[in-house]
């Protein structure tokens, strides 16, 4: 589990969460972008909570290990959607370098 400290607040949530947290939050700074997003915690009492933080340029956050009880806080669709921010921010490519064995490309068009 981790410890996200933001704008003066805590929270523990889970570290995969954590993570793709820091990584979208890099990513909107990058394109010089903010967005708001919801994710899971662990609220002291042990039940699951949200927070929703805005993340952007000015984001300074920190993500520490947490001693906390209780199961690692796992959420794949947070991740997805944190991870979706991502590739709509940052869109990635796929190139075959490889021709397929039925054509053949003189290079002329």
Not at 14 to 29: E, I, K, N
Not at 60 to 79: H, S, T
Request: charged share 25%.
């Amino acid at each position: 589990m981790k410890r996200v400290i933001y704008a003066g607040s805590e929270f523990v949530t889970g570290d995969d969460v954590a993570s793709a947290l820091l990584s979208c939050g890099q990513t909107l700074a990058e394109v010089g972008e903010a967005e708001a997003v919801t994710v899971p915690t662990r609220e002291r009492d042990g039940s699951i909570g949200s927070a929703t933080v805005l993340i952007g340029p000015a984001s300074q956050m920190i993500a520490r290990d947490a001693n906390v009880d209780g199961d690692e806080l796992i959420d794949v669709a947070a991740v997805a959607r944190l991870n979706a921010v991502e590739r709509r921010l940052r869109p990635v490519a796929a190139v075959d370098t490889e021709m397929s064995n039925g054509s053949e490309w003189d290079g002329e068009i």
